[in-house]
């Protein structure tokens, strides 16, 4: 379905002060990457580095920054905002809500007749239930909740305003997501944390009292599973978002809008501070800490406690443990060693050298 440039882009971040260079009649049929859009088609260009893609495209049009103002209105229509990146965020918003409104209506109270709906569960209005789907004794959905196909609420967990489980997410015991949350499928929220004791060559389970208490605005994505704590609770913050396939372990407490990539692993009791990134199949070792706005490098393995802000990036190859530690604490003396042995390199080429080449040696006369 073609929308007209200008309804698309009414009301649409106005804080950003886009501004339009072209014709608000056009009829775009599409978003597109800048490569392949056509005449039809909305495109967004966020770096100076793509400039030579904006001179050949064929886009109806383009958003870009101010830097590339000329370069734009070159070609054609263009969209001028301070945050092309952030600009086209918005309006993928807004083009879902314009072509998929029932994915952003208040959806009437819809239970499926196969799904099972505890008689002392608290259902709010404007719920829908999916088939299959089981909200559990004592358990609560409010306002606005849409529970997919075969998602489980489970004994006394609740579900914020306005929050989606999609189809087989599992919120378990007593655990609790916040307002606006969306939860990809299969995720699954409140299993057991790995705790387990050693006994006798055997393993003696330890029980996981704790829950999980999620924040607003989460996302959490496909298959990823975040885990009760042991004694207390693990917490996610306000805004974080989980890519797919990532472990939180039992205990683990991350910062308000932090954001993991897919497969990557935080063991258990770490606390990840707020604004933080991590990068997919990074790996933070149990008990560890990370200030606020610490930047993980993708398949790094954090193995000590980053205290300062920054990036941070490191990798290094598995081995006998005794000699990995030797090897480790050598590495880490490199800077040091360097520095050193360039202070003798310059000491030795200062001195005098005989013709033999070797530094001169004065000798008294016997």
Known sequence: MSVRL??????????????????????????????????ADLAFVSHLKYLNKLAVSCAGCVIVSPA???????????????DPYLYFAKLTQRWKQLHQPSSYAQPSTLIHPSAFVDPSALVAGNVSIGPFAFVGPRARLDEGVRLGAHAIVAQGASVGVGSRLAERVTLGEDCSLGQRCLVHPGAVIGADGFGFAPNAGRWEKIEQLGAVRIGNDVEIGANTCIDRGALEDTVIEDGVKL???????????????TALAGCAGVAGSARIGAHCTVGGGAVILGHLSL???????????????LLKAGHY????PIDDNAAWEKNAASLKQLHALRDRLRHLEKQLQSQPVTQAGTPFQSKEKS
């Open 68 to 82: 590339l103002r000329a370069a734009g209105l070159a070609r054609g229509a263009c969209i001028v905002v301070t």
């Open 243 to 257: 890519d797919n396939l990532v472990q939180i372990g039992h205990n683990v407490h991350i910062g308000a809008h």
């Open 313 to 316: 990036s490191g990798i290094f």
């Open 291 to 305: 200030a606020d706005h610490v930047h993980v490098s993708a398949a790094s393995v954090v193995t000590r406690s």
């Open 6 to 39: 200008g309804t698309l882009l009414d009301k649409l971040a106005p804080e950003l002060q886009p501004e339009l260079l072209g014709d608000p009649e056009l009829l775009i049929q599409r978003l597109a990457p800048i490569d392949t859009a056509g005449p």
